[in-house]
């Protein structure tokens, strides 16, 4: 995963990557447009330099795959990667997301509520736990104006089967009609296949970009999506090539934040200086010094000295991923097999809603 952690010091060092306060409240150090390449066949592109929860990843691709937009079935599998978006989600119905401030205590308590009663209330989670028309419902089940609906996923399953060389293999998550009416607008908005010989190339266009907590899910989820559609077909997985539009590090809020933007062009100047893999700690301990301490209620919002703890880390060699070769939508957790992964220790941070 060395391209990840390439693209990582990019950003932190890079002349165009800027300072860039956003909708959540938590600073980012941004930078707009890049790419990058895996060769499937050298293995599984999951994260070695922190240990990466393969388990949440592939109950989320479950859940895509079956068109499901209600988040029950995540939390009765222990997967909270969509809680948080799913209870601003809640609270804006109600009225209440101007009221109850973000990642107070307040609003810390009432989402455990809310995801107890997800669990446990019926009519409660079929009520309030379903997202709107994100990922799984734009895949399975397109509304169109006249009221038909597209399977988009389904289709081009059966188009690699028939129509294998036909450059029309896209499936689109962003709908300009949904977007204001969605938990969350679709991040990962759009994917394209080819075929190539024996072998089947997905290429993803990401609009924004998470680069610490969110992007190593995608790559993963993406690689697994490959390797899926590709046995539809009879297929090889070939390259999974990833470009990303406003790949950021969330930097803190307040005095945290603040002290990324006045100090960027010296954060900059100390990455780019980095010539071996322990002068990242040097750099880490710079931003300890002089940093403001976060406050209790955004603590783990800094994801920079995150990833300037995994700069600093040797990657590992690359485990397999192996999936059962079923239709699709009839994918259960137990056919997914991960071999071989010994990742560094996770790293935790928090996730800006």
Not at 159 to 172: D, G, H, Q
């Amino acid at each position: 995963m060395q391209q990840y952690l390439e693209h990582s010091r990019k950003i932190l060092s890079d002349r165009f990557s800027y300072y860039k306060p956003n909708r959540t409240g938590i600073d980012t150090i941004s930078r707009f447009g890049h790419q990058t390449e895996y060769d499937l066949s050298e293995g599984f592109p999951l994260l070695t330099t922190k240990a990466v929860r393969i388990d949440s990843i592939i109950h989320e691709l479950i859940w895509f795959l079956r068109g499901d937009t209600n988040i029950r079935y995540l939390v009765n599998n222990g997967v909270p990667i969509w809680n948080a978006n799913a209870f601003q989600h809640y609270l804006r119905g109600q009225g209440r997301d101007k009221v109850l401030k973000p990642y107070s205590p307040e609003w810390k308590t009432e989402l455990k509520d809310y995801i107890a009663r997800i669990a446990t209330d019926d009519a409660f989670a079929r009520e309030h736990g379903n997202l709107g028309d994100v990922y799984g419902a734009k895949w399975r089940r397109w509304r169109t104006s006249d009221g038909k609906t597209i399977d988009q996923l389904g289709d081009v399953v059966e188009m690699l089967r028939r129509t294998p060389n036909s450059r029309r293999l896209v499936v689109s998550a962003w709908d300009p009609t949904e977007v204001s009416f969605t938990a969350l607008p679709p991040c990962h908005i759009l994917f394209h296949l080819n075929t190539r010989g024996n072998y089947l190339d997905l290429f993803l266009y990401q609009r924004s970009c998470d680069m610490f907590l969110g992007v190593p899910f995608n790559i993963a989820s993406y690689a697994m999506l490959t390797q899926i559609l590709a046995q539809q077909a009879d297929l090889k997985p070939g390259l999974f090539v990833h470009s990303l539009g406003d790949a950021h590090f969330y930097c803190g809020a307040h005095e945290r934040g603040a002290l990324y933007g006045s100090n960027l062009d010296s954060l900059k100047a100390r990455v780019s200086s980095v010539r071996e893999r322990q002068g990242f700690l040097d750099v880490l301990n710079w931003v300890n010094q002089n940093a403001p301490k976060e406050g209790d209620d955004l603590k783990g919002q800094d994801h920079v000295t995150a990833i300037l703890e995994q700069l600093a880390r040797e990657p590992r060699e690359l485990p397999r991923m192996h999936i059962a070769r079923k239709p699709f939508d009839q994918l259960a957790f137990e056919d997914f097999a991960l071999e071989n992964y010994e990742p560094h220790p996770v790293i935790k941070r928090a996730m800006a809603v």
